[in-house]
């Protein structure tokens, strides 16, 4: 299922949720040319819409996904979503079309961004390779494919960390063999600056130091360089230690395989983005975590038992060594999040990203504790929200907490919102979706 949507109409399925003042919803265009079209221009109009620059987002109405495609909507780009919807749902495109509209209601320029929607696996080669063909062209030389999909960014890895456990070969398979082949397939069409979304998970046992985890703790072939060059600490390491998952260990190798490639090719553009943990929803409510498989994260259950569908919450562990007993994590908004990919695309754009590889830690930089978050929650919300200590989890550290210096000073991003803003939005969320048990 395909289709392309411009934000001056709403999609299909929001015209039951729009307001009397809302335009007419439009018909979807679809990847198959319209025959509405004289045959001798087609081609042209075909040409003129491929001269459009779009960036690629794989697993777009996905939780980080879907706040990203808004943001880069906000930023003026056009945005191609591939999704397959195995953990996600279609309404969710609704809601990034809304956000964007909003932002661009009342001002002057009408030029606003387009977004298309492709429903497909990004481990389809067949369908992501006619996806590619429908937006390139040849060269004025002819034979060689142009894209104009000017970057990708992908989010289609699977991320429970005790399903990593229980399943290794799901998680193998879809992380990096599918990736490999996705690299492969945009190498094709020469679409090479590419934004992946690794986590704070490859630092393994490192993260259990005390001290902020810095990116040069776990550095690949093609940064080890730079990392030396001028550096008073201490040499970085080449690879982590203990990575507690097979989940940990798909990014640590799909990272190291992205350095190998930009070594072997130095004109790929990479950035990876190492998350630490993505909490609240877009502060319209418009977005949030739903994932259609059983909820892991701390936020996605924490809402559940707000929303009556859980009795407790459910604490891995009263007995690390941190001020409370529980897990210490560093909680960034995922809007934050969102923006630092953007901050990364501009980078690549403007030639601000030396050497063709650069990892980057997106956190606050500051850490809080499971129990810190249930209290912002209980005072934003003034519910009282059950909870219970019980063993630890396999899998987890005990501290997390990202330093930050390395995005601030070369993408120029730093964090704008609090853990205090995102149980705010969460809870306003939950409101407005009527989801309050």
């Not at 729009?18 to 042209?44: F, G, K, R, V």
């Not at 995922?334 to 754009?349: F, N, P, Q, S, Y």
């Not at 396999?394 to 210096?405: P, T």
Request: charged share 20%; aromatic share 8%; with cysteine.
């Amino acid at each position: 299922m395909n289709h392309s949507f411009s934000l001056s109409e709403p999609s299909p399925q929001s015209q039951s949720r729009c307001s009397t003042s809302c335009p007419p919803t439009p018909a979807t265009e679809a990847t198959e040319p319209d025959a509405s079209i004289p045959t001798d221009l087609l081609d042209d109009v075909l040409v003129s819409k491929r001269k459009d620059q779009y960036v690629l987002v794989t697993g777009g109405l996905g939780f980080i996904g879907s706040h990203t495609s808004a943001e880069l909507l906000k930023a003026g780009y056009n945005v191609v979503i591939v999704d397959d919807l195995s953990n996600s749902s279609h309404h969710v495109l609704d809601g990034i079309l809304e956000i964007a509209r909003r932002h661009y209601d009342g001002r002057e320029d009408k030029t606003w961004p387009n977004v298309e929607l492709h429903q497909i696996r990004y481990q389809d080669l067949s369908a992501m390779r006619a996806l590619l063909e429908l937006h390139s062209i040849p060269s004025p030389a002819g034979g060689t494919r142009r894209s104009n999909i000017v970057g990708a960014i992908h989010f289609a890895a699977f991320k429970a960390i005790e399903e990593s456990i229980r399943q290794p070969l799901k998680y193998y398979q879809n992380n990096m063999a599918g990736l490999v082949d996705f690299i492969s397939l945009l190498d094709e069409f020469f679409v090479k600056t590419f934004i992946y979304s690794s986590s704070a998970v490859v630092y393994g046992s490192l993260a259990d130091n005390g001290t902020p985890l810095e990116e040069s703790n776990c550095v690949h072939r093609h940064e080890q360089g730079r990392e030396r060059r001028g550096s008073t600490k201490a040499p970085p390491q080449s690879g982590s230690t203990d990575i507690t998952n097979p989940y940990g260990r798909t990014k640590y190798f799909a990272e190291a395989m992205l350095s190998d490639l930009v070594a072997s090719d130095p004109s790929w553009n990479v950035v990876v983005l190492r998350y630490f943990n993505p909490i609240g929803c877009d502060a319209s409510g418009l977005l949030m975590e739903d994932p259609k498989d059983v909820a892991s994260g701390l936020l996605p259950v924490l809402t559940q038992v707000m929303a009556g569908l859980r009795d407790e919450l459910a604490i891995f562990g009263g007995d690390w060594d941190t001020p409370d007993g529980t897990a210490m994590r560093d909680f960034i908004h995922v809007t934050d999040l969102a923006r630092g990919h953007t901050a990364a695309l501009a980078a690549c754009g403007d030639g601000r990203l030396k050497g063709g590889y650069r990892t980057y830690n997106l956190g606050v930089g500051r850490g809080d504790s499971v129990l810190d978050v249930v209290k912002a929650m209980e005072s934003v919300s003034g519910r009282q929200i059950p909870w219970r200590l019980v063993g630890r989890r396999a899998g987890d550290v005990q501290s997390s907490v990202a330093a930050v210096d390395r995005a601030r000073e070369e993408l120029g991003w730093e964090t704008q919102e609090s853990l205090t803003n995102a149980c705010r939005d969460i809870y306003n969320g939950l409101k407005l979706n009527g989801r309050m048990g």
